[in-house]
């Protein structure tokens, strides 16, 4: 897939529709573009358009750069300390400039992009002549679920928004949204993208949207609305149903290193490369590397703009595995003071630079290989993995009062870390729905910190709903001490896209 993109990835803002032109001397054709007219004409064409779209990965506003700040640092999971104020500001719910550009417009632009592009492949397919009409369907179907996968993290991150399916124009002013509407597309595209995606790829193709990529997808739009039946439905797929034999838990540090990509446990992965170690942009051959490490390493190995709750420390070394041992996960997930005393971790000549009670996120480092970070990590971001699946399951089955068969998808992977089974670890749960809610927070924050799923979970959870409900989360990050109930669980639109579409004045996000 990485290949893929590097050799074929096409600028599709060079397809935008063109007027006519005379003879005027000013106004000659550009011999090095193509107009909408001249492009989407072959299959070749389609397979272009569909790579640009995951090209939008690679951009910093979304999975390159700073969707992390607002997935990451914004929960309890994370916080700020850079000394660029502004950008910290927008960690701890400080939002002055709703212009901001790395804290928000950067990210919002993005996400359009990348769903103009969609909007582009879906509208000018269908009119292509395909030898096989399964692999028409297939490029339709990707485009859905990438449409639906940024629809998905626009609910969650500013939810009231414009719901685009066609191509747009500069001149279009697009109404505005609910995040009512903005779920009932994210369900239509997953559901059709579902149906038609494949259940694996082989070869240079791994790494694409599968049809188990759509159904996990589509189980957390509905746990998000709170849709436990439906959740469960399609998360069946690839937990007891037709899909259960492509996944399976392994190596748990294997999800966050460079080596085994792609493997059993990876849902859905965003595929990184250090191929071009160049600037960023869109044309063929600019980075395609992840900036996360970067920007979260610690002092002295990388920019270090965001880090770590300590809690996240304590919490892990509560429990100890079977054996007597801390918690295996540990030193994959976090850096600590005493990482190197607890696990025996060599520091490969690093100079540390922290605090005694700090922690920063270790996940997606290459630690394991260097001693400093850059622009160009190769490290695939594993967006959706298997474990995450088992924990969603174990929720939704909770939530539909079947705590009692819930225990196994739990116990599956506190297995894999060498844990007690959760019955005998915390018998006083028994099947109380409410107790086996609260211990699930505390299983999740374990098994997936710092993979951007934590600002979903505590607006699933209605942790962010009440003021004695945030109180709670503010005990573990102070940043939510400036949290404002009905306000802050949405970030505001940026300003320039009110000013600029007049079918958006008066609708800027509740509180703001």
Excluded at 64 to 88: H, K, Q
Aim: proline share 4%; hydrophobic share 40%; aromatic share 14%.
């Amino acid at each position: 897939m990485k290949n893929i993109i590097i050799r074929s990835m096409v600028v599709l803002a060079l397809c935008m529709v063109a007027t006519s032109c005379g003879k005027d001397l000013l106004d000659q054709k550009n011999p090095n573009s193509l107009g909408a007219g001249e492009f989407w004409k072959t299959e070749s064409d389609a397979q272009k358009g569909v790579n640009a779209i995951y090209h939008m990965f690679y951009q910093n506003g979304g999975f390159n750069r700073w969707i992390y700040f607002r997935l990451d640092l914004t929960s309890d999971e994370g916080f700020s300390n850079s000394p660029w104020i502004e950008l910290a500001d927008w960690t701890r719910f400080n939002y002055i400039n709703y212009n901001f550009w790395e804290g928000s417009v950067n990210t919002f632009r993005d996400i359009y992009k990348a769903i103009f592009r969609c909007n582009q492949v879906l509208a000018n397919v269908p009119n292509i002549e395909f030898t096989d009409a399964k692999k028409k369907d297939a490029l339709l179907a990707e485009a859905k679920f990438l449409r639906a996968f940024y629809y998905y993290y626009v609910a969650i991150l500013y939810e009231n928004v414009p719901v685009v399916t066609t191509p747009q124009s500069p001149a279009d002013a697009p109404k505005a949204g609910t995040l009512a509407d903005v779920w009932a597309q994210v369900e239509k595209d997953l559901t059709e993208a579902g149906a038609a995606l494949p259940e694996q790829y082989t070869g240079d193709n791994i790494g694409r949207a599968t049809k188990g990529a759509a159904m996990a997808l589509l189980g957390k739009t509905y746990m998000q609305q709170k849709k436990w039946p439906e959740a469960k439905t399609a998360l069946d797929y690839l937990v007891t149903g037709a899909g259960k034999n492509y996944y399976d838990l392994v190596a748990f540090v294997d999800n966050f290193r460079a080596n085994n990509e792609n493997n059993k446990e990876s849902v859905f992965e965003i595929q990184f490369s250090d191929a071009n170690k160049t600037g960023e942009g869109d044309g063929p051959s600019s980075n395609m590397g992840c900036n996360r490490a970067q920007f979260f390493a610690p002092r002295s190995i990388g920019w270090s703009d965001g880090q770590a709750r300590y809690w996240m420390v304590d919490e892990f070394k509560k429990e100890r595995t079977i054996d007597n041992k801390l918690d295996p996960r540990l030193q994959y997930t976090l850096f600590y003071p005493a990482l190197e005393a607890d696990f025996g971790n060599k520091t490969y000549g690093r100079s540390w630079e922290w605090g005694a009670n700090e922690a920063w996120f270790k996940k997606y480092s290459r630690d394991y290989y260097r001693n400093n970070e850059d622009y160009f990590s190769e490290v695939n971001v594993r967006n959706i993995r298997f474990a995450d699946v088992l924990l969603m399951y174990a929720e939704v089955l909770n939530e539909l009062g079947q705590t009692a068969d819930a225990y196994q998808y739990v116990n599956r992977v506190r297995t894999r870390s060498n844990m007690a089974n959760l019955a005998v670890a915390y018998p006083a749960i028994g099947i109380d729905k409410t107790l086996f809610r609260e211990r699930l927070k505390v299983e999740r924050a374990l098994e997936l910190c710092g993979e951007s799923v934590r600002w979903a979970d505590l607006k699933r959870w209605g942790d962010l709903d009440t003021q004695a409900a945030v109180d709670k989360v503010a005990a573990r990050d102070p940043d939510f001490k400036n949290f404002k109930v009905g306000k802050n669980i949405r970030l505001p639109i940026p300003l320039s896209e009110i000013q600029n579409n007049p079918n958006l004045t008066g609708h800027q996000n509740a509180g703001y």
